[in-house]
T-cell receptor
Framework: EAQVTQNPRYLITVTGKKLTVTCSQN?????MSWYRQDPGLGLRQIYY???????DKGDVPEGYKVSRKEKRNFPLILESPSPNQTSLYFC??????????FGEGSRLTVL | AQSVTQPDIHITVSEGASLELRCNYS??????LFWYVQSPGQGLQLLLK??????LVQGIKGFEAEFKRSQSSFNLRKPSVHWSDAAEYFC?????????????FGGGTRLMVKP
C-alpha cells in the first residue's frame, strides 16, 4: 500500500530538548516536504527536498532542520524546540502529477 | 507571490442540502489547483485537482469544482451533503512547473453537517 508514515504521532516535550520527527514514503517519490498546520493559517511549508541531498527552505523554516540522505526518508529536526513550535506537522511526498500524499500528522506540544 | 483565500472559516449545512465552498487564488500564470479534505484526527486526502482542459472537474465522494479564470476562483461543490462530509477542506495552488515544492494552502473551511 502506498503511504507516507510519520513518527511519533503525538509528542509532548520541553523547551530546548532536541527532537526528531521521522517521515518515510514507499512510493519512490523524489519530492518531499514538511508542513505545519495552525488554526486559521492552513498549512505552511517548512522545508522541502527535490531529491537526495537536495533540500531548501519553505515559508517558515526558522527553528527547523531537515536531511535527505535516502530517497525514502525525510526527517524533521528541532534542535531546540520552543513553545511557538507547538503545532500539527505533516510530511508529504509528491506524485508525478503534482498531487501531494500526506502522512497522518504528528501533534507536537512544547512546554 | 501566489496566495489562496478561503473566505468562509466555518459553514454549517443540513444533511441532503447542496454545498459550495469558496476558493480564490492569486497567481499570475495558469494555476494548478487542488482541493484536499481533512477528517478529524486524520491527514489530508486529495479530493480533486485541475491542471488544464475542462474547467469542471470531478473528484471523489461526489465532489466537483469549477475553475473560473475571470474570477480567479476554484469553488468546490456537492449537490447533496452527507453527515460523513463533516471535515475541514483546504484549497491549494501549485506553481506551474514546480512539482509540489511551492504548494500554497488556503486557511481552510470547516464544514459542519446538521442532521
Amino acid at each position: 500500500e502506498a503511504q507516507v508514515t510519520q513518527n511519533p504521532r503525538y509528542l509532548i516535550t520541553v523547551t530546548g530538548k532536541k527532537l526528531t520527527v521521522t517521515c518515510s514514503q514507499n512510493m519512490n517519490h523524489e519530492y518531499m516536504s514538511w508542513y505545519r498546520q495552525d488554526p486559521g493559517l492552513g498549512l505552511r511549508q517548512i522545508y522541502y527536498s527535490m531529491n537526495v541531498e537536495v533540500t531548501d527552505k519553505g515559508d517558515v523554516p526558522e527553528g527547523y532542520k531537515v536531511s535527505r540522505k535516502e530517497k525514502r526518508n525525510f526527517p524533521l529536526i528541532l534542535e531546540s524546540p520552543s513553545p511557538n513550535q507547538t503545532s500539527l506537522y505533516f510530511c508529504a511526498s509528491t506524485g508525478s502529477a503534482g498531487e501531494l500524499f500526506f502522512g497522518e500528522g504528528s501533534r507536537l506540544t512544547v512546554l | 507571490a501566489q496566495s489562496v483565500t478561503q473566505p468562509d472559516i466555518h459553514i454549517t449545512v443540513s444533511e441532503g442540502a447542496s454545498l459550495e465552498l469558496r476558493c480564490n487564488y492569486s497567481y499570475g500564470a495558469t494555476p494548478y489547483l487542488f482541493w484536499y479534505v481533512q477528517s478529524p484526527g486524520q491527514g489530508l486526502q486529495l479530493l480533486l485537482k485541475y491542471f488544464s482542459g475542462d474547467t469542471l472537474v470531478q473528484g471523489i465522494k461526489g465532489f466537483e469544482a469549477e475553475f473560473k479564470r475571470s474570477q480567479s476562483s476554484f469553488n468546490l461543490r456537492k449537490p447533496s451533503v452527507h453527515w460523513s462530509d463533516a471535515a475541514e477542506y483546504f484549497c491549494a495552488v501549485l506553481t506551474e512547473g514546480n512539482a509540489g515544492n511551492m504548494l500554497t494552502f488556503g486557511g481552510g473551511t470547516r464544514l459542519m453537517v446538521k442532521p
